[in-house]
């Protein structure tokens, strides 16, 4: 089973200060699901200028008591790891993102750019391409449906989407 999303949202702000506010938007009083997002490391290539980071969020597991009576379910947070090559020359960022909770029952995934509007070159546009979820068998599908409603809920990139979109609302335009 596989499932693929795709969804495109246009900040109309510099992309430093888009960048800036991805980078630390959690966690924040606003989203109680993410407990914690921690650099493990960040590394800049002096040769490219592109600065590198691998980051692990702590979500609050959201998967309903009901389901957790599957012990592989009972657990009392899931972790996701994000990898982001930020490229300031070329003024964009790739982000990758993936559960380490449930991966030997299914794997999930995101993948992510910011890079400049065609409307606007001040503006960014996040395309939230591909958030794919593969099971690789029965016990791994019911992970998999359990993972993906923790992945969205637990608001690390999936959700995240839509607080970044009422995030940037309330932000005065710019063109």
């Keep these: 089973m ?5 969804v495109h949202q246009v900040y109309k702000y510099p992309f430093e200060q888009v960048v800036a506010s991805y980078l630390r938007k ?11 997002v921690k650099i493990v490391e960040e590394k800049r290539d002096v040769s490219t200028g592109i600065i590198y980071r691998k980051r692990i969020a702590i979500c609050q597991n959201v998967i309903p008591e009901m389901l957790r009576k599957v012990s592989i379910l009972k657990v009392p947070s899931i972790q996701l790891e994000e990898e982001s090559w930020l490229n300031p020359q070329e003024r964009n960022m790739a982000m990758r993102s993936h559960c380490l ?5 299914a794997s999930m995934k995101e993948e992510s750019v910011f890079r400049e509007s065609t409307e606007n070159p001040n503006w960014k546009k996040l395309g939230v391409g591909s958030i794919f979820l593969i099971a690789l ?5 019911m992970g998999a449906m359990a993972g993906q409603s923790s992945f969205k809920e637990a608001g690390f990139q999936s959700q995240g989407l839509a607080f970044s979109t009422t995030f940037w609302k309330r932000l005065p335009a710019r063109s």
């Design 2 to 6: 596989g499932v693929t999303v795709d």
């Design 26 to 36: 959690y966690p924040n009083p606003m989203d109680k699901n993410v407990i914690s």
């Design 101 to 105: 909770t449930w991966t030997q029952y």
């Design 137 to 141: 068998h029965c016990a791994g599908w």
